[in-house]
Structure formats: C-alpha cells, structure tokens
Nanobody, 125 residues
Framework: QVQLVESGGGLVQAGDSLRLSCAAS????????MGWFRQAPGKEREFVSA????????YYADSVKGRFTISRDNAKNTVYLQMNSLKPEDTAVYYC??????????????????WGQGTQVTVSS
C-alpha cells in the first residue's frame, strides 16, 4: 500500500495562493489515480480534484474549477494542488488519496484505497 504525506498548507488571506504537495512512498505513484479531498469543521469530506495515472485527465469540483489546478510528477512521486484566488470557504483540512481503480468514480471517497493525514488550509477574509 502506498503511503501519502501532504504538505504546503497554512494561513493565508483571501485572494492569496497556496500549493499543496502530496509525496508518495512505498509504491510507484504512476500505479494510482490521485485525488484531493477536503473537510471543513462539521462537514462531510468532499471531493476537490482528481488526476489520472499519467496526468492526461483532470477533474474538478465546480466550487474550485478555474481556481485550482491539479498536477503530478510521477518521476518525483508527487502530486500537487495549486490553489489560486483562495476564499474563506476553502478553509478545510486537505487530504490526498490514491486509487488503484481510478476511472469514472473519481469523486467518490470509496474509490480511494490510501489516504494521507491531511494538511490544514485556513483562508482569512
């Protein structure tokens, strides 16, 4: 099973940018489709973005489309989430996740086999 570690979170102001990283170990990242989810206090964990194994296909939640960009560097075993024009409603713990199956169910938590511990993103108004 692949181990995932997120980094790059922090406290920023509305309109600022952050780049999250998810470093994988234990298995080759190219074996997995990857996703980012987030969970705000008192809310369910929700889908943010996903990327196919080779990076040819990307997917976004409507709430982040046009502001966030997912990418991956399989040679570095790392997935990124570039977050621009951040809003207070983006405040959450962000998790990366790895999926062996990939495919059409990229937005469903149950499609993912491994999860990181999360990194906090706080956006002040």
């Amino acid at each position: 099973q692949v181990q995932l570690v997120e980094s790059g979170g922090g406290l920023v102001q509305a309109g600022d940018s952050l780049r999250l990283s998810c470093a994988a170990s234990g298995r080759t990242l190219s074996s997995y489709a990857m996703g980012w989810f987030r969970q705000a206090p008192g809310k369910e964990r929700e889908f943010v973005s996903a990327i196919s194994r080779r990076g040819g296909s990307t997917y976004y939640a409507d709430s982040v489309k046009g502001r966030f960009t997912i990418s991956r560097d399989n040679a570095k075993n790392t997935v990124y989430l570039q977050m621009n024009s951040l809003k207070p409603e983006d405040t959450a713990v962000y998790y990366c996740a790895a999926s062996v199956i990939g495919g059409s169910y990229y937005s469903q938590k149950t499609s993912y086999d491994s999860w990181g511990q999360g990194t906090q993103v706080t956006v002040s108004s």
